[in-house]
């Protein structure tokens, strides 16, 4: 009996292995790209991992980041608007544009209108100037917290510091004795806008949503709307193909509106806002936004929840700030808007007017920051 039962044992195995011989994916050939497997079985290929648990921060973006763009079309963005992607301090830019030829352009006169609303004391502001820096003793307080959470050699610990002093740098350092009038401001922008520059009239669009929302207290009336030509202004920031005015009209359509809904695709899906709003900053990037580890949002990540060893917005978002599923409908998304951008075309992006958007944003946006 022993003999039987062991040979019967055998012969299980031995099915087994057969079994999944026969049903496991077939291996990538020599010489096939990565993932081909993947793409051949997709039933049964399992979802990418992100690398988040590793304890060493260099392995995080050694996975297949399907996020990362192509190629960078760095002939977008003008030496200028690179500059102010970049800058972690707007001392030195405000002085190149103030009283020069370079701020004398619309794209300057709109960068120059940027960085005095942040940074200038307004006189006739009411309410007086907004306060833009957190109190010396509780930014020390936070950073010493975070050195004491790590030990001493850890990679980590020197990585979210660095974060942390870049994070909390003030873009408006040395600036303090600048003044300006709203009547200045309002000029700055006028001229931007006579110009054609297309960051001016989609930030006048935020601009004129917020207010509206700010002041739509009729009852039953909550919330904004876009008018035609506002819709118009968006469509034509993505065509611009500027990555500020991109990234400022992407993160306008993802807004939730009272009457109107925005939907993707043949079967006018309704758009998720986080990922729509993503899409087009990845975009954005895909033309020279500033996305690489001096981007706001990568910073913060590192230096408050030390999510590290990620040196751009597209891994932050692979590896941290999204799900299999978002990451997915994400890229869709971006494929979408690039399409139209590039193309003119916009009928894979619709607007229904009429109806509200059945899905809410996840996130609170009150106001554009001054930073990428």
């Known amino acids: 009996m022993k003999r039987e039962h062991l040979l019967a044992v055998f012969a299980l195995g031995a099915v087994g292995v057969l079994a999944w011989d026969l049903m496991r994916p077939d291996a990538p050939a020599a010489g096939d790209p990565p993932g081909a497997a993947a793409k051949a079985a997709p039933v049964r290929a399992a979802p990418v991992a992100a690398p988040v648990a590793s304890r060493d921060p260099s392995q995080v973006g050694r996975g297949p980041n399907f996020l990362r763009p192509v190629s960078v079309r ?20 405000h002085d190149r544009l103030r009283g020069t030829t370079d701020g004398e352009t619309p794209e300057g006169q709109y960068f120059l209108y940027r960085i005095l609303r942040a940074c200038a004391t307004i006189a006739d502001r009411k309410g007086g100037p907004p306060a833009r820096t957190q109190n010396a003793a509780q930014l020390e307080e936070r950073r010493q917290r975070i050195a004491e959470s790590l030990p001493e050699g850890d990679p980590r610990r020197l990585q979210r ?37 297309p960051k001016a009239r989609a930030w006048q669009v935020e601009q004129e949503m917020w207010q509206e929302r700010r002041t739509s207290g009729t009852p039953g009336r909550a919330g904004t709307t876009l008018s035609d030509a506002q819709l118009d202004s968006l469509r034509e920031a993505f065509s611009s193909r500027d990555p500020e005015a991109i990234a400022i009209a992407g993160r306008v359509l993802s807004n939730s509106f009272r009457d109107l809904t925005v939907r993707v695709g043949p079967d006018r899906e309704v758009i998720e806002n986080r990922a729509f709003m993503n899409a087009a900053l990845l975009l954005a990037c895909e033309y020279g936004y500033g996305c690489g580890e001096n981007n706001s949002r990568v910073l913060n990540a590192c230096a408050f929840q030390g999510h590290c060893g990620v040196a751009s917005l597209a891994d932050y978002l692979f590896y941290y700030g999204a799900t299999p599923y978002d990451a997915q409908l994400l890229d869709r998304y971006r494929t979408i808007l690039r399409q139209a951008a590039d193309t003119g075309d916009w009928s894979a992006i619709a607007v229904d007017r009429g109806n509200r958007s059945p899905n809410l944003p996840s996130y609170s946006y009150p106001g554009a920051p001054i930073g990428r």
């Open 161 to 197: 510091l660095e974060a942390f002093d870049k994070a909390t740098a003030d873009p408006c350092a040395g600036l303090s004795g600048v003044t300006a009038t709203e009547a200045e401001l309002a000029q700055l922008l006028k001229s931007a806008l006579a110009g054609g520059d």
């Open 74 to 93: 760095s002939d977008a963005v003008s030496p200028l608007a690179h500059e102010f992607g970049e800058a972690l301090s707007y001392k030195a830019l």
